[in-house]
């Protein structure tokens, strides 16, 4: 009999009415023949209300007590949602994170899973019950609470179906699925039938929230399919899957816009080895991230450098550039605020040319100046003038039809 | 150094400020040279409202599921609490039960702890930190998570006070120790200084519900000093330890009154060997806890039995008596609702005579009319009409000097 791991999120169990909700499609799952193991999260606002408990008794709280409280919300959950299925005469089990040896190091509040002992939950997948395990968190070596970060809850599950070979993994989410782009600013988005784990890496980096990208690289590297669908609505969502071919006739899966930006350029660097080492390393220090990197000879003596990054990053940007400019005998310093980003994804970029040709004659016909451009394997972003952000993001999306169905789409020549 | 094991109860860290307070109180045992062990329970009504939660979903919650939800409250006490030790300056850890190894039976929801394992946290405490430890759960040989029961977070801290040999075990609570009686009907009720188990234990079951059963029965079993104090004034409690022996000169420590009573009698029973175990078999079928039994022969073939329970026990008891009364050729059967029961009770007694006369001259000169009367070893127990209850308990406090402090009351000749 297939395995297949649910994972619900927290607007998805927020309340009574919406726990009976899951344990219904949990239900259909089982009708239907699969054993199935639910992962979810703290229902609504739990966390945000247990961090402001904590803040208000230690504005800064040690990493390794914040996980010890944060993992009771996703506890109260399943155990609650195991009391539901039961009520609704179904035999279910609620596990914590560690009761499943769920291990991770023991780097708190961000913990990476090093291994999952599956065997309880396959004894009791066996005796004919649902499993419910509490997404986020596990423990570390010496058994101490550890929580994976942000998105974690994704982690857990497709780490789950890997460890347990499920057949899917489904995400349910108060959206539909992933759409081309996002329907608020392109009212005619569609919603994508599959994407691959690369370009979906691609778009979660690029602040399409609707997975975290460590899930997805877990996926990618178990080979475990995730269904991203609507906890509310009854309708296929979106597959993320490995590559096959027809993905390929796609020149471009999605696109995206991102406003809270800002960029840094350093004009005049000295052009000698090691001198973007330094800048960047400085950065790093002040715990900035940094998104693209454009360097640019000026002379065979001086070069530019320009970065972006996070807009609430700027100020801890500009103190580690004040530190090094000097140093690398920097002529001037230069910052942007008032920019946006919009890019476009597909793996089909690889053996299709003509799509920067198309990206930028339809900005260009759509009069949206570009201040730079950046490039990786399956994507092409553009720094545009934030005030023409969503304009170009519309443009985009009618060049390349992601209006349309994947199957209806022109073709780009090969 | 000596260890010191403080408990706190869910009203003393109901809200930010009442843990800072108790956070403060453990500072004090630090800097008088203590380890400290915290034991919590959960904040103020969390557990009521988690139970609530579950039965809007559940209305018959499974107790495994129930001790899975419920046991998250005590965890994000004990983190909170150590966030706040640390905010304050002071190493702290917080752990579950399970981290520390508090190994229980499988009977969820009222478990009974079999072993401690000590050694994490003595590693802790000699490492400096403050030691904080979940109250009220611990986990079965398979990982499950079970619960002690009400009271059970005392019970935690009393038992851990046993594992490390602790050289006391305080019990913070809103209030100030035992009474020789509940203050809110006799309001010169005095606090005494100390108390033996047994004594405590009779009070405890006689519902003087400072502390429950079990904790006293461990403490009296591994020899701990019980401290049981305000967590809002700086005064001494009362200690709860062995006899010594000033106790004995004191005939009666503490009375009590029970008003949520009632009283089943079976008139004119058979009078034969293996009746009465027939009748209180079938009461514990419908788990009816019996009181006190008064067997009484009428003829040398016939006997009353009498028997008190808790009044919200009475349906099930008339049910259980309902089907064995013919069995045993019972007569009739008579229920009373309107009564209550007053006790005394003292070591002394063991030593002392006189103690019933006083206790029923003074009911007689106040004109209480006595029911029925039991004793135990050291308890005297008399059922009156519930409308006397309160001017019953009264007299017997007056005649026990028991509105004095312990060493200016009148001897009892022994």
Chains 1, 2 share one sequence.
């Not at 602040?207 to 296929?236: L, N, P, Q, T, W």
């Not at 790093?284 to 000026?298: F, L, P």
């Not at 400019?325 to 970029?349: L, N, P, Q, W």
């Amino acid at each position: 009999m297939a395995i297949v791991v649910q994972k619900y999120g927290g607007t998805s169990v927020a309340n009574a009415e919406k726990i009976r909700r899951a344990a219904r499609r949990v239900i259909n799952a089982l009708e239907k023949g699969y054993k199935v193991v639910v992962v979810a999260s703290a229902r609504g606002k739990q966390t945000d209300e247990l961090v402001a408990d904590a803040m208000e008794l230690n504005p800064n709280p040690p990493a390794r007590e914040m996980d010890q409280l944060l993992h009771t919300g996703e506890i109260q959950t399943v155990s609650l949602f195991a009391m539901t299925l039961q009520a609704m005469g179904r035999d279910a089990i609620s596990f914590t994170g560690g009761q499943v040896q769920i291990i991770t190091d023991n780097v708190h509040s961000k913990a990476r899973i090093k291994s999952i002992g599956a065997e309880r939950i396959r004894r009791e997948l066996n005796r004919g019950k649902v499993v419910l395990v509490a997404g986020f968190q596990g423990i570390d070596e010496e058994g101490n609470v550890t929580t994976l970060g942000r998105g974690g809850s994704d982690t857990s599950a497709v780490a789950l179906a890997a460890v347990l070979k499920a057949k899917q993994c489904e995400i349910y989410t108060d959206v539909d699925g992933v759409h081309t782009t996002d329907p608020r600013i392109f009212k005619d988005a569609v919603k994508m039938k599959q994407i691959s784990y690369d370009e979906m890496l691609e778009l979660a980096s690029l602040g399409a929230g609707v997975m975290h990208s460590r899930a997805i690289e877990f996926g990618k590297k178990y080979d475990v399919a995730i269904h991203v669908r609507s906890s509310s609505k009854k309708i296929e969502g979106t597959l993320i899957t490995h590559e096959v071919a027809q993905m390929e006739d796609l020149v471009v899966s999605g696109a995206t816009l991102q406003e809270n930006m800002a960029k840094i350029t350093l004009v005049g660097v000295d052009n000698k080895p090691g001198n973007a080492a330094k800048i960047f390393s400085h950065l790093a220090q002040e715990k900035v991230v940094v998104n693209d990197i454009v360097q640019t000879e000026v002379s065979t003596e001086k070069a530019n450098i320009s970065f972006t990054i996070g807009a609430g990053d700027l100020r801890a940007a500009k103190r580690a550039v004040d530190k090094i400019k000097d140093k690398v005998h920097c002529e001037s310093v230069f910052t942007r605020e008032d920019i946006a980003e919009i890019s476009v994804v597909g793996i089909g970029m690889r053996t299709h040319y003509g799509v920067a040709d198309r990206l930028f004659s339809s900005l260009a016909k759509a009069k949206v100046n570009i201040d730079s451009i950046t490039t990786s394997e399956i994507r092409i972003s553009c720094i545009v003038d934030k005030a023409q952000g969503k304009k170009a993001l519309i443009t985009v999306c009618r060049a390349f039809d992601l209006d349309k169905p994947a199957t209806k789409r022109k073709k780009t020549a090969k």
